[in-house]
């Protein structure tokens, strides 16, 4: 609602790992502690290839909402999709990008989070 925008969540959570069979991801996802989400702004669905101020507001307020880990960015899911999710650095690190590798974590991603961190918004 903060960024004004419609979210699709399209992967969501799973069994905990060694408590179950459904799983498809990393543990970030175990008991329903993320999302993996696409985000519409006027019935078109966003990229994260690049900058884009209405995708960044939107990382800023997931944030600020008390969300640790976001992934996003060109070459992590298709550049469309965003991971939102509340492990942060007790599942690795905050942010992300190409390759799941905080190294590859866009500058405008990272801008983000560290608005959202603030209590603003990107």
Not at 6 to 20: A, L, M, P
Not at 64 to 72: E, F, L
Not at 96 to 117: C, E, F, H, K, L
Request: glycine content about 18%; charged content about 20%.
């Amino acid at each position: 609602e903060e960024a004004g925008v419609d979210v699709v969540v399209f992967s969501g959570g799973q069994d905990q790992q060694g408590r179950g069979t459904r799983r498809t991801g990393s543990i970030r996802h175990d008991n329903g502690l993320a999302a993996d989400v696409w985000i519409y702004s006027d019935g078109q669905r966003l990229r994260t290839t690049r900058e884009n101020p209405i995708v960044a507001k939107f990382i800023a307020a997931c944030v600020a909402a008390g969300a640790k880990g976001i992934g996003a960015g060109p070459g992590y899911m298709s550049g469309v999709g965003i991971h939102v999710d509340l492990w942060g650095e007790r599942a690795g690190s905050r942010t992300w990008g190409r390759g799941g590798r905080s190294s590859n974590t866009p500058d405008y991603v990272a801008q983000a989070y560290q608005a959202g961190q603030s209590g603003g918004v990107a």
